[in-house]
């Protein structure tokens, strides 16, 4: 009889210790599951950087297009002045002496 019982405990402690260990696969589903979550708030970064960029890059676009048209509606809108007009031709005068023009100095032959 008191042979019984410390077989009967140690044949327990031996079927519990016989089960299927789950704590290899336990530790890889958690590092495996960290590892997902990792990759997966590195690729929500990610977009959310990309969208800010573009969102900035339109912004500027628009904004440098409303820069551009305040600048063209603020131009001076004063027409240039009109050309000046040409003067007219001055008549051609006659000189009052009609004698004939002599060289200055006699050609020696």
């Not at 140690?10 to 789950?22: A, M, P, R, T, V």
């Not at 704590?23 to 990759?39: L, S, T």
Request: proline content about 7%; charged content about 35%; glycine content about 0%.
């Amino acid at each position: 009889m008191k042979l019984i019982i410390p077989v009967c405990l140690f044949s327990i402690l031996l079927f519990s210790s016989c089960g299927e260990d789950n704590r290899n696969k336990i530790a890889v589903e958690k590092v495996v599951n960290e590892e997902i979550e990792r990759r997966v708030n590195d690729y929500i970064q990610m977009r959310i950087k990309r969208c800010q960029e573009k969102a900035i890059a339109e912004a500027n676009e628009i904004a440098d297009s409303i820069l551009i048209a305040e600048a063209r509606l603020a131009r001076d809108t004063i027409a240039k002045p009109p050309k000046p007009e040409k003067p007219e031709k001055p008549e051609i005068k006659s000189l009052l002496d009609s004698t004939p023009v002599k060289p200055l100095v006699d050609s020696v032959q």
